[in-house]
């Protein structure tokens, strides 16, 4: 169980890593298009693009830590409730488990005969688990999960840092935003795998999200600049 546990902290610090830099990847693309659509002063989208990537970095750790803190707060009152549940009437704790075995079309015997194996050996555990979908302890640490985003924000806009700066005048835009797709399109891929969801709606919420945020940023950057 302990191994368990672990191996879910650590799929959860690695989603709020894989998370951090592709929210670096996409607001950090955003304000450099968005800026380079104004202007094509390569200082000002470079030092815009450096003040959304210190900015972006604080809030997104700040953001980490509070809703992990939140989470956990949460979980810890679910645990409570289940402790009184247990203690005032254990029958129906051990009937909604049975009865969502048999729901999930274990035979009746069959899942009677699971429910007492797993309430004798751990009842608190067991019914938090198929109430409330989640282990007793198995929390993730949020000091772990903001570090994880502080570094993996900056990490993700480094991507369109170069992009806009190093490319040429004439390419910089598309080329930035060829980059940025592919990047997203990782990053959609790599946080819907450690979620065990669809691969491919991950990937293409990611990109078409990116591609309005560069094309909404730039429209109203070329705006700007017109005037």
């Given at each position: 169980?302990?191994?368990k546990?672990t191996?879910?902290?650590?799929i ?19 304000i450099?298009?968005g800026?380079a659509?104004?202007?094509t ?19 997104m ?7 992990v803190n939140?989470?956990?707060d949460t ?10 549940a247990?203690s005032?009437s ?5 009937n909604?488990?049975?009865q ?11 899942a009677e005969q699971a429910t ?8 608190l ?9 989640f282990d ?5 640490s949020p000091?772990?999960?903001a570090i ?12 369109p ?5 190093l ?7 598309w080329?930035?935003?060829?980059a940025?797709?592919i ?8 946080a819907?795998t450690?979620s065990?969801?669809n691969r491919g709606?991950?990937?293409?919420r ?17 705006l700007?600049?017109?005037?």
């Amino acid at each position: 169980m302990n191994k368990k546990r672990t191996l879910a902290q650590r799929i959860n610090v690695m989603r709020a890593a894989v998370m951090g830099a592709n929210d670096g990847i996409l607001s950090v693309a955003g304000i450099v298009i968005g800026v380079a659509g104004a202007t094509t002063n390569s200082f000002a989208i470079f030092i815009s693009g450096i003040s959304g990537m210190l900015a972006g970095t604080v809030s997104m750790a700040m953001g980490e830590y509070v809703s992990v803190n939140t989470t956990k707060d949460t979980q810890r009152r679910a645990i409570m409730r289940q402790k009184e549940a247990l203690s005032d009437s254990y029958n129906n704790e051990f009937n909604f488990v049975k009865q969502k075995y048999v729901d999930d079309g274990i035979a009746p015997e069959l899942a009677e005969q699971a429910t007492k194996e797993m309430m004798t050996k751990d009842p608190l555990l067991t019914t938090v688990r198929e109430r409330y979908g989640f282990d007793v302890g198995e929390f993730t640490s949020p000091y772990a999960a903001a570090i994880a985003s502080m570094i993996s924000f900056p990490i993700g806009s480094i991507l369109p840092m170069l992009a806009i700066t190093l490319l040429p005048v004439s390419a910089r835009i598309w080329g930035t935003a060829v980059a940025v797709v592919i990047a997203l399109a990782l990053t959609g891929y790599s946080a819907a795998t450690l979620s065990n969801a669809n691969r491919g709606h991950g990937v293409m919420r990611n990109v078409i999200s990116g591609v309005i945020t560069m094309i909404v940023t730039f429209a109203i950057g070329t705006l700007i600049g017109s005037h």
